[in-house]
């Protein structure tokens, strides 16, 4: 069964970064995509980035210039690098993949993380 396990997020001030992380129990870097969504508290979950087999990437407009999504194929590792993050960046991030078909920042990935909590405050 694959599995999908978030960690890095916390809290922090507006302005400040985190780097997010997933741990994959499955090799996607070779046939598939892995991407972050986020749903904050009463919206509709939406994408954030994603990364193809071929590293090519893709991300959300608000967060184009502050968020990088990269991959260490090494350690089965998907990261977010969220920087100058703001109170609207306060969400739930999920980590998704999926064999195959790369749905891009839509909602159609098969494999999903528990998430984890990301809140900027002052």
């Known amino acids: 069964q694959v599995q999908l396990v978030e960690s890095g997020g916390g809290s922090v001030q507006p302005g400040g970064s985190l780097r997010l992380s997933c741990a994959a129990s499955?090799?996607?870097?070779?046939?598939?995509?892995m991407a972050w969504f986020r749903q904050a508290l009463g919206k509709q979950r939406e994408g954030v980035a994603v990364?193809?087999?071929?590293?090519?990437?893709t991300y959300a407009d608000s967060v184009k210039g502050r968020f990088t999504i990269s991959r260490d194929n090494a350690k089965n590792t998907l990261y977010l690098q969220m920087n100058s993050l703001n109170a609207e960046d306060t969400a739930m991030y999920y980590c998704?993949?999926?064999?195959?078909?790369?749905?891009?920042?839509?909602?159609?990935?098969?494999?999903w993380g528990q998430g984890t909590q990301v809140t900027v405050s002052p």
């Open positions: 998704a993949a999926i064999y195959g078909f790369c749905p891009g920042l839509r909602q159609l990935y098969k494999y």
């Open positions: 499955a090799y996607f870097y070779s046939n598939g995509c």
């Open positions: 990364i193809e087999t071929d590293g090519s990437t």
